[in-house]
Structure formats: structure tokens, C-alpha cells
């Protein structure tokens, strides 16, 4: 096996671990305010128990803005193991693009600036410096985090699993303060879908920009009405 192919591959514990807290709720990117227009799905009756939100989820993983972010994240973390800073700016141009509203715009911009800025001052490196002095604006999420793990030289392959899991977890705990779901039904959601979120991370790996699409489109246009929903608790 190569170098490289280990790399991407395996993780040492103190990469797993910076991962793990780059990826926890206490990370300051306001991630609890945003719910990726589930609110709008539980108004609408779309999401009304586990079992719909788990086919929501399903969905969004596999032909939304999840199965999008993973191939975001693996294409960000290869210009930033190049450092390839030119690439990274135009593929953060077209993740910010690939934003079908203003809500969902916000929600990844502002996210990914937030994880930007506290990974440069808690965790900072002259790659990564170099790589955000190009990203002085919007930062798309799946591209600031793949930009800083691939300035960490950190392993591509458990990086991109950890961020569908972790897209996942924020929903579930979205849809606990807005759905009639409990605490247990949530994690039984989680565990469900746990292998298909590897499995996915795993055909991901080495997507490239052509492997983008999404077909989610009840999603979009819920979160453009979101925008004037009359009683909410969540930014999108």
C-alpha cells in the first residue's frame, strides 16, 4: 500500500481526536441554529415521527446537500494537501453557488467562516494560514473543514464518514427541539443510518466535481418558503 493510500486511509489517535472536537456541538460555528429547512418539513407534515424523518434524512444524504458537502470536503482537503490555493478559492466559489437559497447560503457561509476563524486560533499552522489568506470572505463549510484538515495532512477517507455522520447529528438534534421525536427514537435514527453513511463516505472518496448533483428539490424550495414562515426557531 502507498503512502498516500495509507494516509487517506487510517487515522492516528491525535488526528481522530482533533476531528472529533473540530466536529463536536461545543465548536463555535452556531451549527444549533440552523436546521437545513427541516422546520419547514415538520410545518409542512413531511417529517412527522423517526420513520419520515429518517426518509428525509436518507434523501438528503444520498441526493442532496449531503452526498454534495462530502465530495465538497474531499475535493477541498486535496487542493490543501497540494496547496493549491487558486483551486480552493474557485471551489469555494462553487460550493457557495451550489447554495439554492438565501437561508441555505447563510447557513453554510456562515458556518464555515466561524470554523475557519476558531481552527486558525486554536489549532494553527503556516499551511493553513496561507490556504484562508485567499478565503477572505463567505467560506462554504465542507471547504473550510476540508482546507483545514488537508493543511493537517489529516486522512481523507475518515474525514469525509465523520462529516456525513456529523451532518446527520445536527439534523437529528434539530429535529428533537421541532418534531415529535424523543432522545431514543433519535439515536435509533442515527444507528440506522450509521452504515449508509459509510458506505457512502467510501464511493465518495475519490468524487470529483462531475460526481455533483443533487435532487432534492421539495428541500429547496421548503427552505425559500421558510424564509417567511411565520412562527420559527431556526436561521433556515
Given amino acids: 500500500m502507498s503512502q498516500d493510500m495509507r494516509m487517506r486511509t487510517t487515522m492516528p489517535a491525535i488526528e481522530a481526536l ?15 441554529a440552523y436546521s437545513h429547512g427541516l422546520e419547514w418539513a415538520v410545518e409542512a407534515g413531511d417529517v412527522r415521527d423517526a420513520a419520515t424523518l429518517a426518509e428525509w434524512l436518507e434523501d438528503l444524504l444520498e441526493r442532496g446537500a449531503g452526498r454534495n458537502d462530502m465530495i465538497l470536503l474531499g475535493q477541498a482537503h486535496a487542493a490543501a494537501l497540494a496547496g493549491d490555493a487558486a483551486a480552493l478559492r474557485d471551489l469555494n466559489d462553487l460550493a457557495l453557488a451550489l447554495a439554492p437559497s438565501r437561508e441555505l447560503h447563510l447557513e453554510t457561509s456562515q458556518q464555515g467562516r466561524s470554523f475557519l476563524d476558531a481552527t486558525l486560533a486554536a489549532w494553527p499552522c503556516p499551511a493553513l494560514a496561507a490556504l484562508a489568506a485567499g478565503l477572505p470572505g463567505p467560506v462554504a463549510y465542507p471547504v473550510a473543514l476540508g482546507a483545514a484538515a488537508g493543511a493537517h495532512g489529516m486522512a481523507r477517507g475518515p474525514l469525509i464518514a465523520a462529516c456525513g455522520l456529523a451532518f446527520v447529528q445536527n439534523l437529528v438534534s434539530a429535529a428533537l427541539r421541532v418534531a415529535p421525536i424523543g432522545q431514543s427514537a433519535g439515536m435509533r435514527v442515527i444507528a440506522a443510518l450509521t452504515p449508509r453513511i459509510a458506505a457512502l463516505a467510501e464511493r465518495l472518496e475519490s468524487a470529483g466535481l462531475d460526481d455533483l448533483g443533487a435532487g432534492t428539490l421539495r428541500l429547496d424550495l421548503g427552505s425559500l418558503r421558510h424564509e417567511t414562515q411565520y412562527s420559527r426557531i431556526f436561521r433556515s
Avoid: K, Q
Avoid at 26 to 31: I, L, Q
Fill in 18 to 32: 482533533r476531528l472529533m472536537a473540530w466536529l463536536s456541538p461545543t465548536y463555535p460555528v452556531g451549527a444549533y
